[in-house]
């Protein structure tokens, strides 16, 4: 939500984390809550200002886990120059929760009338997409069924106001979503959707790691539908895209965004992949969530 000022918009968000298990490949649910809310400030192009969190565990929870989880809120806060203003404790009776859950509340600030909405694509518009695809969950996954890997794949769990930033310094950006729940297959249909155009995504230019690919197929997974955590779709105007894309490269977590397609007039409502070998098929968005409590 936003309420606008004199000057400016005072953006606000809330989220709650339920992530299993809490400490993961890459993060825990506290990294989680902190970059969930941050990165939700950010899609509405409003710079992350200050964050309050509830902390709610199981009786008998470990405090070495808690400062564990609590240490790394803290440390990111501060790299990333956001206040972490207060918050709650609660525990619950062993037995009537499940370990831990975090809830977030964000402030964020953005320019007055420059809030990026999810229904301002517009015909001609690039997608940029900020790296791999499908890389937290499928990090999950790998824990909760015990799957090794040659090479460990981490959670894509991290703030992406640096990006956005760097986008909006450029210019052109419309919109801008990150993948979570549902994946790049739903992110896609909210915008074509609320946008009222098709989308058109082309196979080739989607970074899926090997072992991601490799793990999908063995588990009958679709990588499009898979959440994401650090990740962005940034829609840009056709003149500035390059740009941007040479903008967003220049951040550390950066240097793998791409541009995966553009937007059309034709077939509003549609997301339209292009295949390695030259085939067109409709990208629907997920009927369900192929795993619970991913955030």
Known sequence: ASIPLKTGEIVLTSDSYTVEPIFFPGGNIGVLAVCGTINDLAMMGAKPLALMDTIVVEEGFPIASLEKIVDSMISLTTENEIALIGGDFKVMPKGKLDKVVISTFGVGLADRGKLLMDSALKPGDK?????????????????????????????????????????????????????????????LNELAKKSNVSIWISESNLNLKPEVRAACEMLGLDPLHLACEGRAVIGVSQEKADEVLEAIHKIDNGDTATIIGEVHNENPGYVILETTIGGKRIISPPMGAPLPRVC
């Open 127 to 187: 997608i940029i997409f900020t790296g791999s695809i499908g890389d937290h969950e499928i990090a999950l996954i790998s824990v909760r069924e015990g799957i090794s890997f040659e090479s460990e794949i981490s959670s894509d769990v991290a703030p992406l106001w640096p990006i956005i930033q760097a986008a909006l310094n450029v210019g052109g950006v419309h919109t801008a979503k990150d993948p979570t729940r549902g994946g790049l297959a739903e992110a």
